[in-house]
Every structure is written in structure tokens, then in C-alpha cells.
């Protein structure tokens, strides 16, 4: 999956690369190629039209920049376009001059409302504000009590009563009121956009709450049906916004610019999973990355632009299409990487990397015993760890003062990241089920 | 797909057929396989109307959908019966439990429900409601109790009052995370304490769902050897296509379909049906 497109254009563009200059068949090659890569990523046919058409007026037009190849271009160009079409102000919703600010959720069934309007309350009370939760949901089972254990978990008031929706949003506004609340989260139930009654019941609801911000609860594994489902509650309700929820899967989350393209508004918050603090502000450029399966390595190319002198670029590059490095390079990009700032950010960044090595704690302490096991080795050994045996490890360990245990876990996990480099080396898909661990201790 | 009806088959047609499957999230390379098929039996049938290659394509997608063996979920009399059902966050679990309680409880069958769901707030109350709904009894635990507990008294429960069948509810749970998916294997060993036990462990997809389905689909099968799909919610407009690569590359049948809200709304899973419904 991973640089499944990177792939695509380096076959196209190795026949190209010669010439150097895009034609409009190449474009139309690319455009085909694009198109293949987005709909694996779950974007609607015709969001990627409409994507696309785009894309051909920015390639047509534009420089090839020396220092890429025109495989790189396109993939920025694309890139670039994703995230423009996916951006615009993120995490930050509309706040009414006259308080209360209303927050109407809407949404498909089980698309992460209710755990959206806890998620939402628990960031607005750490930002200083005063939410009500309003549990509008009549319809599902223990819905209401579901709101209500979360609001009693984020400590924040709770509402609702048992009447109709429209009733509960305008016993919730004189609730606000009366409790001197100044933002209301309304909860309603989950919805088919074709469902005509209960969009009626929608619009009767906003017509009460009349919320500053309508924003639609999508899941991040909805396939083709996301831009019907935009199209209908905008039409519907009016949409100020969207909120993608359970993005700590590894859907691919095409919906997101199936639903950009339909609303226009911006995509807000990111749900990345069950607990209440598993909510962050929409990351365009990240999202781009997902959805055309590349890891954020456009990002992490240009920090290593800013960082690594011009050789060393080349160099990493070259390593990290071959994965042909040693201990020696190892010890060179630490302490560039260094320069990149928090490793945990840069390892953040690179396309392949499971999920559990980007979560990790890693403690950037631990480098410094690394570098100092490494710099204890001869070149002979940087070069050839297959060497060091027994005796030449109690050496090492001794002369870094480390342990042989320690000097033996990163001569394990350098293997396997030399593994996991050849594997994910542009083009290379990696090796499936396989978890390799990165050469740090601790990971 | 209408506009293109009694027309001879070009290459637009070809285009517009795999169009109608992409959105209805069948994903590229079943497509591919399906229209492939479709190509070679239009080309040695010598078939020329787009009619007729719709026929044709809807006989393919109802036969892959029918390569699989039977789609009854297995009650065998006298023996303990438990279905077990698993799938990411939201798909209809809960409610196609309830659906199902009350389906079988019609069918005579006297039906316990466990509520293993421990970790989603009010979950257990939810499954509660539905117990209380269609007649059947609720075993359940403290919120964060051990989900194991919750199956193995559930079990216990079923036995002593020589109930049919134990419908084990569990926690929504993404394939991706490693120790989520450890648990629900254990869950199963846990059912599997009492060997025969496990008849039916039935995979729920939302037929919202893109091409994450087969990943999905993939991981369970590999963690808890699902035996069946519940399709659910195909009471929208989404087709529900992913089912066609799960079963193309799986094997794993669809035995039932959610079609609503409502205690009725489920249904055995119709191949022919469902291929027709693709191009609507
Ligand atoms: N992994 C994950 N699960 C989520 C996320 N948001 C919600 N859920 C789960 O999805 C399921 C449905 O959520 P809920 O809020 O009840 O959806 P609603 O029906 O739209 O109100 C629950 O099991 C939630 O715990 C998320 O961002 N990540
Ligand atoms: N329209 C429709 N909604 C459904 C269907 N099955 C479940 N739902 C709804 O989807 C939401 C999530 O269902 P639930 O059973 O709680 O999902 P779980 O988290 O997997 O247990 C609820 O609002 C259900 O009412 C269906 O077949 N059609
Ligand atoms: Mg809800
Ligand atoms: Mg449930």
C-alpha cells in the first residue's frame, strides 16, 4: 500500500525522465495513475473529476524545478493541491458575539457523534469555556445515557428530557441560560440523508438550537457514499463544518476530500479513537500523505532540505532508496536527524512506519548511548556488524559504557531496520506483517 | 447505468460498468476479475446489447456471491449454542443483536444475551433495552469489568436454564490495534472453553464502508476465523460493494443483512438481489 503511487509515477517517469519535459499524453498517463491511486484511497468518482481537472492546469503549467525529478514534481504538485483543497482554518469553531455559541452534530448512525460531542465539551472546557451537552438523540437505545456518562466523565452540565428533539434543543437553550453556559453541544441522532422524515426532524432541531456551527460526523472508513451523504445534509441543515472521526484505523480516508470537494467548508477536528482525549485539529498536509499513501515524506524531504547540507541529501536519498547503509551512515543521520529536531516528530514522518513505533515514547536521551556504542566500534565493524562477536561486543559495551545486552539490541534491531529501509525504499512495498523495530533503545 | 439500456456495448459501456462498481465500493481489482469475466463470456457468446451484459454481469457477481457454502447460522438442538459478533466501532453489532434475539426467540428459541461490551459507555444498557425489547435475558458486568467474565457467566447462565443459544455482544475494536484484537481472541478461547460451542462468529460491516472492509475483514478472519457477514444499513443508498472482495478474496459468505433501525429490520442475504441492487 505504502508509495503505491510513488511507484506508479516512478514507472512512468522512467521512461520520461530522459526528455524531461511533461507532455500532455504524459499528463494524461499521470491523470489515469492519480486516478487509480484515489480511488484505492476510497475518494468519490466524482470529487477525483473535479480533483483531477485541477491538477492537469497546475502540472500543465508548471517549471520543472531542478532539483526534483519529474516524478517528485508531479507528486508535489499533487500533494500540494490535496492539501490546499483539504486546508483552511482548522480546530476552530464559529463563536457567537452573544453567547451561547451552539454546536449542532449531525450524522449517519454510528459515525461518532455522541463520543464527538464528549470529545468536543472536554477540549472546549480546557480552553476556559462553559459547555452544556444536550443529548438529542431519542431514537437509539441508551443514547441519552451514553451523553450522559460522558459529560459526568469530562465533568461538564447535561441535558435532555424525554419529549422530541426539537423540544429537548429548546429546553437546552433556557438550560444555557439559566445555568450561565456559554457554548451548547447538541447530540442528535444518527440519520440516512435519504430519510426524509428524520432530515425533517434535523432542520426542526437547527430551527430551535439555530447553531453557529452545523458540522457533519464523518467516519474515516466511509467509502463512495460520503459525498452523497455531504450533499444531503448541507442541502439539508446547512453545513459550517466537518469533524472525521476514527482516523487511528488504516482507512486510507478518501472521504475526506470526497466531503471537502461537496462542502467547501473546512474539515475541523479528527477523531483518533475511543477515549476522551483522542481529539485533535484536522491536519491537511498528514491527511494528503494517508490518502495518497505516502507517509508524510514530502514534509520530511523538505526538513531534510533545511537540515542536511546538499551531500548529505544525496546521501539519504540514496539510502533510502537502497536501503544499502551501515552503521556508520546510522551514526551520520543521527546527527543530522538531530538538527531535525525531536526524533519523535521526524520518525512521525516517514512513510511505513507502524503506527505502535510512531506512538512510542521515544526518548531522545537515549541517541546519546546509541552514538556512544557506535562511536566505541571500529570502522571495520560499522561497516561489517556481522563481525562483532562475542569478545569484540564486551569491548564495546565496556568502551561506551554500556552493556553487552544493549550493545547487542542495537546491533539486532540495526539489522532489522536495515530490513525495513530496503523494504520501504521508494517503490518497494514493505514486507507484509512484518514489525520492524527501529534501532533505538527502548522501541 | 439506465441511460444506458438497449444500447450496443462500446467501450463507453465498458467504462460506465466500471463506474457503477467503483461506487458502489466493489474496489478496482474485483472489478477488474468481474468485467474480465464478463468480456471473455460477451465475447464467446457473442452478445452485443448492453442489456445483455448487464444480465451477464449480474449472473457473475451473484455467482461469486454464491460460490460460498450455506448462509443458516447454525443452532444445532440440545448443544450449547454461542454467536459471537466482532467489527470496528459503529457498524450495528448491538442492534443486530437485538434484531436477531427477537428473530429467534419467534423461531421458539429461548435466547440469552451477553453483554461484553464493557468498555463503551452505556453499551450495556443499550444491549439491556433490546433484551427488554424482544423478551430474551441480559447477562452483564460492571462498566470496564472483565469482558470474559461477562461471557463465561453468560455461558453459565445459558446452560442453567437450558437456553438455546448465547448471543455474545463485544466492544467495537479498529483491526489495527494489536492488543484490542488479543482480546477478542481470548474471548473466543473463552467460548471455546465448552468445545462446539462457537457455531457462528459473525463479522459486522457497515455497508458505508470503503475499500478498509477487506482489511477488516482480513484481520478478524485471522484473529477469530469469522464465519459470516451481517451486512448492515443497506437500507441507504450505499451498496455494501466491499462484500464482493471480501468474498472473492476471503471466502466469507454474507449470511444476513440489516436494513433499518427497526426489531424486523434484517434479512437473509439475497445474492441475486443484492447484484441487482448494485445498479440501481
Ligand atoms: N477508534 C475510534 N472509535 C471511535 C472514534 N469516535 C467514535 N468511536 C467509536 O465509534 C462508535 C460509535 O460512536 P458513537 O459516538 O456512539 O456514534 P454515533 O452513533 O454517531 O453517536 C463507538 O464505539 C465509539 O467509541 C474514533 O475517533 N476512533
Ligand atoms: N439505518 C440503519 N441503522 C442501523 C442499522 N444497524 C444499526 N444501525 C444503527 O447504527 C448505529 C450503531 O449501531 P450499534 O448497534 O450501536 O453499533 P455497534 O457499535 O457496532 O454495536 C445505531 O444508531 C443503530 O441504530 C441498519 O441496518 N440500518
Ligand atoms: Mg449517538
Ligand atoms: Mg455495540
Known amino acids: ?443 | 447505468m439506465r441511460g444506458i439500456a438497449g444500447r450496443a456495448v462500446d467501450e463507453e459501456t465498458w467504462e460506465e460498468l466500471e463506474e457503477a462498481l467503483i461506487l458502489a465500493d466493489v474496489g478496482l481489482p474485483t472489478t477488474g476479475r468481474l468485467l474480465d469475466a464478463v468480456r471473455a463470456r460477451a465475447a464467446a457468446e457473442k452478445v452485443g446489447d448492453t442489456d445483455s451484459v448487464v444480465a451477464i454481469l449480474r449472473e457473475e457477481i451473484a455467482a461469486l456471491l454464491d460460490g460460498s457454502t450455506g448462509r443458516d447460522l447454525v443452532v444445532e438442538p440440545g448443544e450449547p449454542n454461542v454467536w459471537l459478533f466482532v467489527g470496528v466501532n459503529g457498524v450495528g453489532k448491538t442492534t443486530t443483536i437485538g434484531k436477531l434475539a427477537a428473530q429467534q426467540s419467534d423461531a421458539g428459541r429461548s435466547v440469552v444475551l451477553a453483554a461484553a461490551d464493557t468498555f463503551r459507555a452505556a453499551a450495556a444498557e443499550q444491549l439491556q433495552l433490546w433484551g427488554e425489547r424482544v423478551g430474551a435475558a441480559v447477562v452483564r458486568g460492571q462498566e470496564g469489568a472483565d469482558p470474559g467474565s461477562v461471557i463465561y457467566d453468560a455461558m453459565a447462565a445459558a446452560s442453567g436454564r437450558s437456553a438455546d443459544l448465547v448471543l455474545v455482544d463485544t466492544a467495537g475494536r479498529l483491526h489495527t490495534k494489536v492488543n484490542l484484537m488479543e482480546e477478542l481472541k481470548k474471548l473466543r478461547r473463552i467460548v471455546d472453553r465448552t468445545a462446539g460451542a462457537c457455531k457462528e462468529v459473525l463479522l459486522v460491516i457497515d455497508a458505508t464502508t470503503g475499500q478498509n472492509g477487506l482489511a477488516q475483514a482480513r484481520q478478524f478472519a485471522e484473529a477469530v476465523d469469522v464465519t459470516g457477514i451481517a451486512l448492515t444499513k443497506l437500507d441507504g443508498t450505499a451498496k455494501g460493494g466491499i462484500v464482493l472482495a471480501i468474498q472473492g478474496e476471503l471466502g466469507i459468505p454474507v449470511k444476513i443483512v440489516g436494513v433499518g433501525e427497526g426489531v424486523d429490520d434484517l434479512m437473509a442475504f439475497d445474492p441475486a438481489e443484492f447484484a441487482a441492487a448494485l445498479f440501481e
Not at chain 1, 123 to 141: E, I, M, S
Not at chain 1, 143 to 160: C, G, H, K, M, N
Not at chain 1, 265 to 290: Q, V, Y
Request: charge should be neutral; hydrophobic fraction near 45%; avoid cysteine.
Open chain 1, 1 to 443: 500500500m505504502f508509495d503505491a503511487l510513488s511507484e506508479r509515477f516512478e514507472g512512468i517517469f522512467g521512461r520520461l525522465r530522459s526528455r524531461g519535459r511533461l507532455t500532455p499524453k504524459d499528463l494524461d498517463e499521470v491523470a489515469r495513475e492519480i486516478r487509480l491511486a484515489l480511488i484505492e484511497a476510497d475518494v468519490n468518482l466524482r470529487a477525483i473529476m473535479q480533483f483531477i481537472a485541477r491538477v492537469k492546469e497546475q502540472a500543465s503549467g508548471a517549471e520543472v524545478a531542478k532539483s526534483l525529478s519529474p516524478a517528485q514534481q508531479v507528486i508535489k504538485i499533487v500533494h500540494d493541491e490535496l492539501v490546499a483543497t483539504l486546508g483552511g482554518t482548522t480546530g476552530k469553531l464559529t463563536m457567537s458575539p452573544k453567547p451561547p455559541t451552539v454546536v449542532m452534530l449531525a450524522g449517519l448512525q454510528g459515525s461518532g457523534k455522541t463520543t464527538a460531542a464528549g470529545k468536543l465539551a472536554r477540549l472546549l472546557k480546557a480552553q476556559g469555556l462553559q459547555p452544556l451537552l444536550v443529548g438529542a438523540d431519542l431514537q437509539r437505545p441508551a443514547a441519552v445515557e451514553q451523553l450522559r456518562i460522558l459529560a459526568e466523565r469530562v465533568d461538564v452540565p447535561f441535558y435532555s428530557e424525554q419529549s422530541a428533539p426539537a423540544d429537548v434543543a429548546r429546553g437546552a437553550m433556557e438550560e444555557a441560560a439559566r445555568l450561565g453556559r456559554n457554548v451548547v453541544i447538541v447530540d442528535t441522532a444518527g440519520r440516512l440523508q435519504i430519510d426524509a422524515a428524520l432530515m425533517d426532524e434535523l432542520r426542526g432541531v437547527r430551527d430551535v438550537a439555530m447553531p453557529h456551527n452545523t458540522l457533519l460526523v464523518v467516519d474515516a472508513m466511509t467509502g463512495q457514499e460520503a459525498v452523497n451523504v455531504a450533499e444531503a445534509f448541507n442541502d439539508a441543515v446547512g453545513l459550517d463544518g466537518v469533524i472525521l472521526t476514527k482516523i487511528d484505523g488504516d482507512a486510507r480516508g478518501g472521504a475526506a476530500l470526497s466531503v471537502k470537494e461537496v462542502v467547501g467548508k473546512p474539515i475541523l477536528f479528527a477523531g483518533t479513537g475511543e477515549n476522551l482525549e483522542d481529539f485533535e485539529p484536522f491536519h491537511p498536509d498528514r491527511m494528503a500523505s494517508r490518502i495518497l499513501g505516502m507517509g508524510d515524506v514530502l514534509t520530511l524531504i523538505e526538513k531534510a532540505e533545511e537540515a542536511f547540507d546538499e551531500e548529505q541529501v544525496r546521501k539519504a536519498e540514496a539510502i533510502l532508496r537502497q536501503g544499502q547503509f551501515d552503521l556508520d551512515d546510522f551514526l551520520g543521520q543521527l546527527q543530522q536527524v538531530k538538527k531535525m529536531g525531536p526524533l519523535q516528530g521526524v520518525i512521525g514522518m516517514l512513510p511505513g512506519v507502524p503506527k505502535e513505533v510512531k506512538d512510542a515514547q521515544i526518548d531522545d536521551r537515549e541517541l546519546a548511548r546509541v552514538e556512544a556504542i557506535i562511536h566505541s566500534m571500529t570502522m571495520e565493524e560499522r561497516r561489517n556488524p556481522a563481525i562483532v562477536n562475542g569478545s569484540r561486543r564486551v569491548r564495546i559495551a565496556r568502551g561506551s559504557g554500556t552493556t553487552t545486552s544493549d550493545v547487542n539490541n542495537l546491533l539486532k534491531q540495526f539489522k532489522q531496520m536495515q530490513q525495513m529501509m530496503r523494504g520501504m525504499g521508494f517503490g518497494r512495498p514493505g514486507k507484509k506483517g512484518k514489525r520492524p523495530r527501529l534501532p533505538v533503545p527502548g522501541l
